[in-house]
C-alpha cells in the first residue's frame, strides 16, 4: 500500500511559480513511478508529468513541456512539480499518483492516488 498527501498549492498570479510536493509512505516508493494528473469540474483528468523509478525518464504533456519540471527524491519518498510561468489554464486540482507500470499517461495505469490540491492562477 502507498499513501499519498499532497502539499503547495494556492492562488498565484498569472507568470508566477509554485512548486507542488507529494509526499508517500511506505517503503516501496522507490520501485513506483509517479505521475501528476490534474482535473477541472466537468472535465476529464488530464495528464501532466511522469517520472520513473529510478527518475532517469520524465514525460510531459504537450501543454505543460517547458514550463513545468518533474522531479523525485527517493530517500525523502517525495515527488515534486515545479510549475513556472503559470497560466490562468493551469488552473486545477492536481493529483499525484504511483504506478508500478505501463502507460505513464493513463490514468488507469496507476494504482494510488492522492486527494489533490487545488492550484489557482488568477489576477
Known amino acids: 500500500q502507498v499513501q499519498l498527501v499532497e502539499s503547495g498549492g494556492g492562488l498565484v498570479q498569472p507568470g508566477g511559480s509554485l512548486r507542488l510536493s507529494c509526499a508517500a509512505s511506505?517503503?516501496?516508493?522507490?520501485?513506483?513511478?509517479m505521475g501528476w494528473f490534474r482535473q477541472v469540474p466537468g472535465k476529464e483528468r488530464e495528464f501532466v508529468a511522469a517520472?520513473?523509478?529510478?527518475?532517469?525518464?520524465?514525460y510531459y504533456a504537450d501543454s505543460v513541456k517547458g514550463r513545468f519540471t518533474i522531479s523525485r527524491d527517493n530517500a525523502k519518498n517525495t515527488v515534486y512539480l515545479q510549475m513556472n510561468s503559470l497560466k490562468p489554464e493551469d488552473t486545477a486540482i492536481y493529483y499525484c499518483?504511483?504506478?508500478?507500470?505501463?502507460?505513464?499517461?493513463?490514468?488507469?495505469?496507476?494504482?494510488?492516488w492522492g486527494q489533490g490540491t487545488q492550484v489557482t492562477v488568477s489576477s
Open positions: 499518483a504511483a504506478a508500478s507500470g505501463g502507460n505513464y499517461a493513463t490514468t488507469h495505469t496507476y494504482d494510488y
Open positions: 511506505g517503503r516501496t516508493f522507490s520501485s513506483y513511478a
Open positions: 517520472i520513473s523509478w529510478s527518475g532517469s525518464s520524465t
